[in-house]
């Protein structure tokens, strides 16, 4: 079954090239609601001592003004985003006005959704366009939803990899060409495997009674105050997490057969009017409620557990960055926040998820199909909610394979890359985050939503006590270890750059609010359009 990634391996050995293996760049991005002493969703606007965070670089918000955002600088030294991450939870915790950062994905008390702030960027086009977006997302899905808390993982390899990987695989196409194409390979692979991230690392089982609002649940009653599955993984990843699918309808599967084919489906669901939307309103009274009527109202909209990134100019969409310039990196968006971890995600999880980004890559990735694209998603979704079930089964082109087998093979194939990137490394630490992994498919006791129910129980605590229990010890831990002066200064000084940038921005605007989106939405690209994206086109659901 892995025969190409071996055959790729040897070639790389041969050529003496494997040590290009080891060169990829990590970047981290971990989101993590402020919250209050009582436990509800803070009211407090982002603290300006943290910066803009329009234009702060490592620090901002997401959905909520309340929902704050890290993010590392990509590096190819593995200890690193985790080193940054800790400082910049330190510069956080120092400017936090009495409140704690949660420690789960799932939030903590929600009252209602009007006390979930929409997050504010300031007066600039720009900075309005980010909040109108939000405020739509809140009609579409509901604003309890967008404050669900992630960690994505980045990661891109170097151009000397691609220049040897290019030459091994004989391919003659243009070299961005060729790099676009070999990462969405690795995207096809990272969805018929992604159903793993949620089983070894889910670590949202259960739920404030609070989130569901009152509103029918399949989900079982674990106390008073909480909302379990018994065997679940990840609930953020399951069907009351953020979908574009509606119960209405609406939503959209994108085409990852190749880089034209995902321009073109998302293109289109962006230039698609969607009824339900279209009775929202877009401008009512005045006020912008969604910056437009259409099936998405950018390519961010839309959810996926993986996508393909580059980095866009000023005011440039997203998919013209990526049909000019190509793939740049790939972000893995299936991360529960690790309620064990202070930072949200540990050492371990990384140097595992390398190695599996890289099988995906080097692994044989042909088009997903219709069938194959409803497995993946069963898959997804059923590790999601019954992941620990005993004797669990799975759909693989179309049988069934238990999970734990299928787990246990992909970490078999996954063994030889972790024994090239660890090498000049003290210990084995990617061999060692393999074995425990291993032995979490093995005993599902061992995996982190196994262990936070098995806390909560041992300790009779709800969902909330658990979270917020956590929630201090992490802000102890941050309080009382010490600090880099050196990176201190640099939060310090980003947070006062960024407050000028902001300011820059908003002198700039030379046209109305109305004129600059109307701007915005007229780029056009022109794309032959993929067999595949004629075929696939927009799946509305």
């Not at 070639?11 to 002493?37: C, M, N, T, Y």
């Not at 420690?103 to 366009?129: F, H, K, R, W």
């Not at 065997?231 to 399951?238: D, E, F, I, V």
């Not at 109305?514 to 794309?527: R, T």
Request: net charge negative; proline share 6%.
């Amino acid at each position: 079954m892995y025969r190409l990634l071996e055959q790729r391996l040897e070639k790389l050995h041969k050529a003496d090239q494997v040590r290009l293996l080891r060169g990829g760049l990590i970047g981290l991005e971990k989101e993590g609601l402020r919250v209050s002493p009582a436990g509800c969703i803070s009211q407090k606007p982002h603290p300006e001592a943290l910066g803009s965070a329009l234009t702060n670089r490592y620090i901002t918000t997401d959905y909520s003004e309340a929902l704050t955002e890290v993010i590392t600088p990509p590096s190819a030294d593995r200890e690193e985003p985790l080193r940054f991450l800790f400082e910049a939870h330190h510069y956080l915790y120092r400017h936090l006005d009495d409140e704690i950062l949660w420690s789960t994905s799932m939030p903590c008390v929600v009252e209602s959704d009007e006390l979930i702030p929409i997050a504010q960027y300031g007066n600039s086009n720009a900075g309005i366009m980010k909040t109108v977006y939000r405020r739509g997302l809140g009609h579409r899905y509901g604003r309890v939803m967008q404050v669900i808390a992630g960690v994505h993982f980045n990661y891109s390899l170097p151009l000397p990899f691609w220049e040897v990987f290019q030459h091994l695989e004989q391919d003659e196409t243009p070299m961005q060409h060729f790099i676009s194409e070999s990462y969405f390979a690795m995207l096809r692979n990272l969805q018929r495997v992604g159903w793993l991230i949620p089983y070894l690392f889910g670590a949202s089982p259960a739920v404030c009674k609070s989130f569901l609002g009152g509103r029918p649940t399949t989900l079982q009653v674990f106390d008073e105050y909480s909302y379990y599955s018994p065997y679940a993984t990840s609930l953020r990843m399951g069907d009351i997490g953020y979908q574009n699918s509606k119960e209405q309808g609406t939503g959209i599967k994108a085409c990852y057969d190749c880089l034209n084919a995902y321009i073109e489906t998302l293109s289109r669901a962006i230039e698609t009017p969607c009824p339900i939307y279209q009775a929202m309103g877009v401008k009512v009274d005045g006020r912008y409620e969604q910056l437009n009527a259409n099936i998405l109202q950018i390519e961010n909209e839309y959810y996926s557990t993986v996508r393909p990134k580059q980095i866009p100019e000023l005011m440039e969409k997203p998919i013209h960055a990526l049909q000019r310039r190509g793939v740049r990196y790939v972000e893995l968006r299936s991360l529960d926040v690790n309620a064990f971890h202070p930072l949200g995600i540990a050492e371990e999880q990384i140097f595992f998820v390398e190695a599996l980004m890289l099988m995906c890559l080097l692994h044989a990735s042909p088009a997903i199909n219709v069938a194959e694209q409803k497995e993946i998603d069963w898959n997804e979704l059923t590790a999601a909610h019954q992941g620990r079930k005993p004797g669990l089964t799975l759909q693989r082109n179309g049988e069934r394979i238990p999970l734990r087998d299928w787990g246990l093979a992909i970490c078999d194939a996954m063994q030889p890359i972790c024994e090239i990137l660890e090498q000049g490394m003290p210990g084995k630490p990617y061999s060692e985050s393999l074995m425990i992994q291993r032995y979490r498919l093995q005993d599902a006791n061992l995996t982190p939503s196994a262990r936070m129910l098995a806390e909560m129980r041992d300790r009779g605590e709800s969902f909330f006590q658990f979270a917020q229990r956590m929630s201090k010890q992490h802000q102890h831990t941050f309080m009382q270890q010490e600090h880099s002066g050196q990176d201190q200064q640099l939060l310090q000084q980003e947070a006062i750059d960024s407050w000028r940038r902001q300011r820059e921005m908003e002198a700039a605007d030379r046209v109305s609010f109305d004129q600059f989106l109307e701007d915005y939405f007229a780029q056009k690209i022109d794309l032959e359009p993929s067999p595949a994206s004629e075929k696939r086109s927009i799946s509305v659901l």
